[in-house]
T-cell receptor
Framework: DSGVTQTPKHLITATGQRVTLRCSPR?????VYWYQQSLDQGLQFLIQ???????AKGNILERFSAQQFPDLHSELNLSSLELGDSALYFC??????????FGAGSRLTVL | GENVEQHPSTLSVQEGDSAVIKCTYS??????FPWYKQELGKRPQLIID?????GEKKDQRIAVTLNKTAKHFSLHITETQPEDSAVYFC??????????????FGKGTKLSVKP
């Protein structure tokens, strides 16, 4: 167990639907990052939050949004889902200037 | 923004041989370079990292070298074992000294170690 908790582990939904992925960072970590990993693809950076504020944004679609709450947990909202959104979504956290620790991921399947 | 290129995409070696994976980065301001190992169906896990004030770092059978001038860094695995088989990702980021920047990953190298 890495200390980064992601829920749900698996999610199957239909095109056009909306889902929310949740991440609880390791205790004490202020930064939360979201990455998307499609089949046989690398890790695409989506967005980073630091202590509740958006810090950096990567290749995140306008249909996707995220936030980090006062208790430091984060949610990634994916709307108007398309088949191509099927992927493994990883959350990672770090205390600041140290290494990223990844959660186990949420596997999203859009049918 | 930062762009990280990683080669090769696949690498097959015999058990006991060495494996080398190479990465280049584009942003000369990047100063933190970790390597992650991802086994099938599992999360990426950090195996070694290096900062720009260091040229080489070793941890048992694993070593990483950094050439800041060429914007190039490499992972070296010696005496490979079947359990080293996995996908390896290099990454680069700018460490702000109190709040780490986002990691930009290479596309990964699938290493297969044949017994």
């Amino acid at each position: 167990d890495s200390g980064v908790t992601q829920t749900p582990k698996h999610l199957i939904t239909a095109t056009g639907q909306r889902v929310t992925l949740r991440c609880s960072p390791r205790s004490g970590d202020l930064s939360v990052y979201w990455y998307q990993q499609s089949l046989d693809q690398g890790l695409q950076f989506l967005i980073q939050y630091y202590n509740g504020e958006e810090r950096a944004k990567g290749n995140i679609l306008e249909r996707f949004s995220a936030q980090q709450f006062p208790d430091l947990h984060s949610e990634l909202n994916l709307s108007s889902l398309e088949l191509g959104d099927s992927a493994l979504y990883f959350c990672a956290s770090s205390p600041g200037a140290n290494v990223l620790t990844f959660g186990a991921g949420s596997r999203l399947t859009v049918l | 923004g930062e762009n990280v290129e990683q080669h090769p995409s696949t690498l097959s070696v015999q058990e006991g041989d060495s494996a080398v994976i190479k990465c280049t980065y584009s942003d000369s301001a990047s100063n933190y370079f970790p390597w992650y190992k991802q086994e099938l169906g599992k999360r990426p896990q950090l195996i070694i990292d290096i900062r720009s004030n260091v040229g080489e770092k070793k941890d048992q059978r694993i070593a990483v070298t950094l050439n800041k001038t060429a914007k190039h860094f490499s992972l070296h695995i010696t005496e490979t074992q079947p359990e080293d088989s996995a996908v390896y990702f290099c990454a680069a980021s700018l460490d702000y000294g109190g709040s780490q920047g986002n990691l930009i990953f290479g596309k990964g190298t699938k290493l297969s170690v044949k017994p």
